[in-house]
């Protein structure tokens, strides 16, 4: 189910608050995407680098029988399928269901570990964690249910932990509407009971309801980083971190209460954290309260306890929205997301080391309809790899995979 679609390769040129020099943009004209579909809407939500060099591509694929899908890619170090698989029962729940992926990471014995969420007939969605076998074959499934009646858990982030277990982020409906929602795992995908209530932790950011935790990674002190949204005033989200320790407890030496929050007078989210090199962290997410156009692309960088070191926005006139960020070899970081003109485009950008966030180089992939950058990370030859999803003009999205170099043009 592999093929490769002519699609030109759009420029953009977009306004940047707060950089004292233009960044390069990277010229691509006429470029050939690999992409991956069935005749229904595919998208790539997460791809990892394998130990034999290739990728694992992970999303979700839909279909008129089985609904939505979770679908794995597995790709040779030049994006070529070695195998394209489609998991349409993987319990024996009904086939005809909305089971969801978002993210993916390798495990040290070869094999991978994923999250997304996974639609019951008598619990509606459950957070679903699924390990697959280095061979691709199931090697357990588990699922979380918050325990409302009615309401849905939804699972976004999945990170590997010192204990070999595994830390997850995603969102519960709880007594004021969606809560944060963290949980820890052993190797086994069975719960840690220590942490949290009996290994899960609610975070309500507000009473006003509506939170979520989109990212979440264990830390260098052996606590978790955990980031999303909260309405903490009004009907607007803010962007929110939450520092806790090893047990799930709030860690008071972070902002003083375990949570520091950016925003101001409309919506602000942050999609993704990561700790950096200097015991700090970087955000990144999407700000409509400042900037250049409807939203931006609102990067933060904090220390450890909390503080804002620096902040930036990047866009257009339009909307632009960013969905990870990766700290670089060179200690900068690479950003992933979409910018909108005349449609929706992969934006890219590199910022640079020991900087305040000006941007050293940017890129934009596309063609007439939309597409969008889901995930990317730094490649062993110190370029990167991406996926997310183009819109055809056959009228459907397919799985995007896109490989750049170093410097950000594209190598397929």
């Known amino acids: 189910m592999h093929k490769s679609t002519l699609i030109s390769c759009l420029l953009s040129i ?83 269901s909305f089971d969801l992926i978002s993210d993916v990471k390798v495990l040290a014995d070869g094999g991978y570990i994923l999250v997304g969420s996974k639609f019951s007939t008598t619990t509606n969605y459950d957070v679903w964690l699924v390990k697959l076998n280095a061979d691709l074959s199931v090697a357990f499934f588990k699922t979380f249910d918050g325990g409302s009646s009615n309401g849905n858990d939804f699972g976004y982030s999945v990170n590997l932990c010192d204990d070999n277990g595994f830390v997850i982020a995603g969102k519960t409906f709880g007594s004021n509407g969606y809560d944060m929602w963290i949980i820890k795992t052993d190797a086994d995908g069975e719960l840690v009971t220590a942490f949290g209530t009996g290994g899960k932790l609610s975070v309500d950011g507000t009473s006003n309801g509506n939170d979520a935790a989109y990212s979440v990674s264990q830390t260098n002190d052996g606590g978790y980083i955990v980031t999303g949204e909260a309405r903490i005033t009004g009907n607007s989200a803010d962007m929110i971190v939450v520092k ?76 632009d929205f960013a969905n990870c960020v990766q700290q670089t070899t060179d200690g900068g970081f690479i950003i992933v997301g979409n910018t909108y003109s005349t449609s929706s485009d992969v934006f890219v950008a590199k910022i640079f080391p020991n900087s305040q966030g000006e941007v050293e180089w940017q890129s934009t992939f596309g063609g007439d309809f939309d597409d969008v950058g889901n995930y990317i990370s730094q490649t062993n030859d110190g370029g990167y790899i991406l996926t997310g999803s183009t819109y055809t003009a056959d009228n459907m999205n397919q799985v995007l995979l896109i490989k750049l170099d170093a410097n950000g043009s594209q190598e397929y």
């Open 14 to 96: 977009l306004l940047f608050t707060g950089c004292e020099e233009s960044p390069t943009s990277v010229q691509a004209s006429d470029a050939v995407y690999t992409t991956f579909g069935a005749s229904f809407d595919d998208e790539g939500t997460a791809v990892t680098q394998t130990p034999d060099g290739g990728y694992l591509v992970v999303g979700n694929s839909y279909s008129a029988e089985t609904l939505t899908d979770m679908y794995v890619i597995k790709t040779n170090s030049n994006g070529e399928a070695v195998s394209d698989s489609i998991f349409t029962a993987i319990t024996d729940d009904v086939v005809t």
């Open 244 to 319: 806790l320790n090893s047990v799930g407890a709030l860690n008071t030496s972070f902002d003083t209460d375990g949570m520091a929050t950016f925003g101001s007078t409309l919506d602000e989210t942050s999609k993704f954290v990561q700790e950096t090199s200097d015991g700090g962290f970087i955000l990144v997410g999407n700000s409509f309260s400042s900037g250049s156009g409807q939203s931006d692309i609102y990067i933060v960088k904090i220390s450890d306890d909390g503080a804002k070191v620096w902040d930036t926005f990047i866009g257009s006139t339009r909307n």
